[in-house]
């Protein structure tokens, strides 16, 4: 199978998974208690005005139908209508998602560059000072929480030294420390990684025959070995799209940006359905697609991987 | 010679305190031009979106609702009532008409008069069709006798009318046209009242702003500026962290914060930029109890639970003392209070669980009737005070030998499963500052909707309820309150424990910072 088929059959094969999240997060949301018309209305409205706006919302219709008029509607690319927010679905991720991929986005090409840089300079330099401190700093990154550290970076660059906006969207500079907060947790991954199998792939064979003929340690580490070690890391990437869209979700709230994370989350609060189902759609297909794109890379890499 | 030389002194010292008391006068009290000249944009961070800007189909309008729309009857700080749009008005002797005369020249934004026409409209659709209908209730007729006189005919004598009319997030007065014109879009991308300020736009999750009413010349007397704002640009921006709020107060990217977490309060306080306000409040927190299920079905069980609570050191020691004792079910400033009889006695408690039965027979620290274990299940939402209260009575709870699990739920599946009838005891709070709350949270045609939570059904009540609301005065009404909360005490079916205090901040830079409960008064706001 050629790749350009494989690439195919996984396009189609997001259509099945897609119905299965729509089932999924459908069934829980209305399986747990919590009416979006009581949320809506108060405690203090009368029975008559809750049956008027249920009525209005078409929240009385059963549960199936109501399931295969959203399906119905995905499938001409309606989203519907947000019930808290009175507007259109498909409008409000418009206008949401460039904010979240752009966080996302340069977070994971932050934490790619950030976590090779150091994953290949601690398997290089094994056993030395830069070793300890790189490795001693991933295991900071990973353990530290991403809201605190947020803070803390807010504290530092925005509050006492005035280089950076505390919070809000819009430019470069608002940019640049939710990126860094969402990318740090994600670096340490890569660079743990990246170290453990580089050092796995200079063991081999064919990178100390690279060294025997006399090739320059810079081009056996980066053409030999790098390249190789890159696999496991590519693999890494797939899982990483998602851990980052989770990360978003907080960062979204600690720096006020107006993202997808944080209208799902005010959404399953409010209990807007069309809004949840909405955003977990988008989230969901690109997750698939990222991990699409990450075995494509592999195949990129790695040209003995066969589809 | 002397003489004049004293004469001269007198002058240079009376010239000199008139030029000193003219400058003190200037500093203190700088002129309109001065005001709006320092004040062009004041952001204001709220924790949370409206949910809607149209007050006819939600419940709740958001923070900007009163700055956009005005209310007939205003209240002032003292909780009285005071002109809106309404001028003044009249009641009849038995109660059933109301008579409201309007003030001269109120326009909506739109351009449109606000006039006996308009105000009979929304109080009739609010009646007819509004999300809260229950606050016209009780009016049958709503007439414009001539543009400036609306008179109402009620049904029953309804002395909290006066309230309901000054509830701002409830009983905002829009354009009639401007909710035509734009149907379903009200409220959402145009919201027109005849308040001090005027809707521009409103960014979801992101902020709404509005611009300065130049025309606005109608402000309740009791405001010291009854013309156009001073503030220009008004940014109501959707802050939902606690610290990313305080920081953006702290760098001035914020003027105002309307609820600061308790959590950190003393860092603000800390700073000399910033001015924490901390005020009484309408809120109570409570640990309520289903009468109508076992162990709690027993009115001595449940005064017991009343007994195990010492109040002062959970102000102290949970919330830092922000927050004040409660013993009885209305917040301090509301009428009419009950001195409680419950105080911290775990004695008292013991003797009263004794008394109905409940003892360790078996000494194995779990009291037990009938061979059946005092066990319960404590609900609660996930609110960080919340679960600590629960978890401080859990503690109470076990050394009566009581054994009670804390149960928590999200915040929208909490309200739906009070609806279950299962709850045994649960963590709640309020806001509200009438005593029609009492009749709102113990009638029992409210136990099905889940808004009667505790399941309290007595025939007496729901009699006393209908009588107090339709009582021809407020006095007369507040009578029966008396009763109806002297008698709930007594049956016990919550356990108060606090009332939450009203935290805000500002920056220092602010001056005629003026705000009642439930709103921040934007009128007489502006940059030093």
């Known amino acids: 199978m050629s790749i350009i088929q494989y690439i195919i059959r996984r396009i189609l ?26 949320l809506m209305l108060g405690e203090m409205t009368t029975e008559e005005a809750y049956v008027r706006t249920r009525e209005r919302l078409g929240l009385d219709r059963p549960l199936y139908v109501q399931y295969f008029s959203f399906l119905g509607r995905i499938c001409r690319f309606d989203f519907g209508r947000s019930l808290i927010l009175r507007e259109d679905v498909a409008k409000l991720l418009a206008a949401k998602l460039p904010n979240t991929l752009s966080l996302t986005a340069s977070g994971l090409i932050l934490s790619y560059a950030i976590g090779i840089v150091f994953g290949v300079l601690a398997a290089v330099r094994r056993n030395t000072i830069i070793d300890y401190s790189s490795m001693g700093l991933a295991i900071i990154g990973v353990s530290v929480p991403q809201f605190w550290l947020g803070f803390l970076l807010i504290m530092l660059f925005a509050v006492k030294l005035h280089w950076l906006p505390i919070a809000g969207y819009g430019t470069f500079r608002h940019l640049v420390l939710p990126v860094v907060t969402l990318s740090l947790g994600g670096a340490a991954d890569v660079a743990r990684m ?39 890391i590519i693999t890494l990437l797939g899982l990483k799209i998602g851990w980052l869209f989770g990360g978003a979700v907080i960062i979204e709230i600690v720096f006020l940006r107006p993202g997808l994370g944080r209208m799902l989350i005010d959404a399953i609060y409010m209990r807007d359905f069309p809004v949840v189902q909405g955003v977990t759609l988008i989230l969901a297909t690109t997750v698939i697609l990222g991990n699409m794109l990450a075995d494509v890379l592999y195949a990129v890499v790695n040209p003995r991987v066969q589809y | 010679m002397q003489s004049k030389r004293i004469v001269a002194y007198v002058v240079f010292f009376v010239g000199l305190m008139l030029v000193f008391s003219s400058l003190i006068t200037v500093a203190q009290a700088p002129d309109r031009a001065t005001k709006e000249a320092n004040s062009t944009t004041l952001v204001i961070a709220i924790d949370q979106d409206p949910q809607n800007l149209n007050t006819i189909t939600t419940s709740w309008g958001g923070e900007m609702n009163r700055d956009i729309c005005d209310t007939l009857v205003s209240r002032d700080y003292q909780l009285t009532y005071q002109d809106g749009i309404a001028e003044s008005w009249d009641v009849s002797s038995d109660g059933l008409e109301w008579i409201f005369r309007l ?16 105000i009979a409209w929304n109080i009739e659709t609010m009646r007819d069709t509004g999300a809260s209908a229950y606050l016209y209730s009780a009016v049958e007729d709503a007439v414009a006798v001539d543009p400036l006189t609306v008179k109402l005919i009620l049904k029953n004598p309804f002395p909290n009318l006066l309230y309901n009319m000054s509830s701002s997030g409830f009983a905002s007065i829009i354009s009639p046209t401007a909710f035509e014109k734009y149907g379903e879009d009200y409220g959402v991308k145009a919201a027109v009242g005849t308040g001090p300020y005027m809707f521009v736009e409103w960014v979801k999750g992101d902020h709404v702003t509005l611009k300065r009413n130049p025309d606005y010349s109608w402000g309740p007397s009791w405001m010291e500026n009854q013309g156009p704002a001073y503030f220009e640009t008004v940014i109501y921006k959707v802050v939902p962290e606690a610290v990313t709020k305080a920081m953006l107060i702290q760098a001035g990217e914020v003027d105002v914060v309307y609820y600061v977490s308790p959590a950190i309060v003393s860092t603000l306080q800390a700073d000399s930029n910033v001015e924490v306000i901390l005020s009484p409040e309408r809120r109570l927190v409570y640990m309520g109890m289903n009468v109508t ?4 079905d027993d009115v001595r069980v449940r005064q017991a639970m009343c007994y195990i609570v010492d109040r002062e050191a959970i102000v102290e020691n949970v919330l830092g003392g ?3 004792p409660a013993y009885n079910y209305l917040a301090p400033i509301v009428e009419p209070q009950i001195e409680s009889p419950y105080t911290y006695d775990m004695d008292k408690a013991r003797e009263l669980l004794a008394e109905a039965g409940w003892t360790d027979e078996d000494d194995d620290d779990i009291i037990e009737k009938d061979g059946k274990e005092f066990r319960v299940t404590l609900w609660t939402d996930t609110i960080t005070e919340r679960v600590q209260i629960a978890t ?20 929208a599946a909490y309200g739906d499963m009070f609806k279950t009838g299962n709850q045994q005891a649960f963590m709640r709070l309020y806001g509200w500052d009438n005593a029609d709350i009492l009749e709102w949270f113990f009638n029992s045609t409210r136990i099905d909707r889940g808004v009667n939570k505790t399941r309290t059904n007595e025939p007496l009540l729901d009699f006393m309820f209908k009588k107090a609301e339709s009582m021809p005065t407020s006095e007369e009404r507040l009578s029966v309150y008396r009763l109806l909360h002297e008698y709930l005490l007594e049956r016990a079916p919550w356990v108060p424990v606090y009332y939450p205090q009203q935290v805000r901040a500002r920056g220092s830079d602010l001056a005629g910072y003026n705000a009642t409960l439930d709103h921040i008064w934007l009128l007489d706001l502006y940059r030093k």
């Open chain 1, 13 to 38: 094969l997001i259509i099945p998974v897609l119905v299965g999240v729509t089932v999924l997060v459908f069934g829980i949301l209305h399986l747990v208690p919590g009416d979006p018309v009581r």
């Open chain 1, 194 to 232: 990246t170290r453990s199998s580089l050092l796995e792939v200079v063991r081999q064979d064919y990178v100390q025959t690279a060294r025997a003929k006399g090739l320059r340690e810079r081009k056996v580490i980066f053409k030999h070995g790098l390249r190789n070690a890159l696999i496991p």
């Open chain 2, 103 to 118: 003030k001269d020249g109120v326009t909506f934004h739109d351009g449109t008069p606000c006039d006996a026409e308009a």
């Open chain 2, 293 to 296: 299920k076992a162990p709690f």
């Open chain 2, 322 to 324: 922000i927050g004040m």
């Open chain 2, 392 to 411: 401080v009575l859990q503690n109470q709870m076990a050394e009566l030998g009581i054994k009670a699990a804390i149960q928590q739920f999200d915040s």
